[in-house]
């Protein structure tokens, strides 16, 4: 049974509990790339596949249907409203993504992003993605009435990156907690209240 089935399907009151699949913790305990519909479409054209981007929503809201893929809208952080179109996938499981796509070096920023997503999520939040005047911040996480904006980034290895990943914070005029998640050695710490947090550490202790 699809999620959107529940109400029609079931007779008299019932309680929807979203459940997700293990995070780094569970998992560990025991013994995720975003996609949107136009870069689909690109990347099914490239395999010679012509579709056009309303199927490609069709077949999107068939994956968030079935949670194997979720839609993050995108949040004007200015203007505290979220947009109507946009919006990015995530894989529940990155699995799922690498059997599609196969797995690539080159896309591990993109599979951080997903896997500090689920993260995020299973910790129930309510993750955006955040549109700061035209300047992407990959997360925007709410949860009582706090909120914290993350930047993921694989290595904070040239001048550039740092400028790019944490200039889009700086950015931000408010107080809340700006983080930026990267796979470097030394991270730790924080600049002007930035904090530069190790991938493996905040799916640790993040909460």
């Known amino acids: 049974m699809l999620s959107g089935e529940l109400s029609s399907r079931l007779t008299g009151r019932f309680v929807e509990i979203p459940v997700f699949g293990l995070d780094f913790n569970e998992f560990c305990t025991f013994h995720n790339k975003e996609q949107n519909s136009e870069s689909m479409k690109l990347f099914l054209k490239s395999q010679k596949v012509i579709i056009s981007v309303n199927t490609v929503l069709d077949y999107l809201g068939y994956l968030a249907a079935s949670h194997l893929a979720m839609p993050v809208k995108r949040l004007d952080i200015r203007g505290k409203k979220t947009f109507e179109v946009g919006e990015k996938y995530y894989f529940q499981d990155t699995v799922i993504r690498n059997a599609l796509f196969g797995y690539r070096i080159s896309d591990i920023g993109q599979i951080m992003e ?94």
């Open 114 to 207: 997903n896997v500090v997503w689920h993260h995020l999520v299973s910790h129930r939040y309510e993750v955006f993605t955040g549109d700061q005047g035209g300047r992407e911040i990959d997360f925007v996480a709410i949860r009582n009435n706090e909120r914290i904006y993350i930047q993921v980034a694989y290595l904070l290895a040239s001048e550039s990156t740092i400028a790019r990943e944490s200039g889009n914070l700086l950015e931000i005029r408010d107080n809340y907690r700006k983080i930026v998640v990267s796979m470097d050695d030394f991270a730790g710490g924080s600049q002007e209240g930035i904090e530069h947090v190790r991938l493996i550490d905040f799916l640790k202790k993040f909460d």
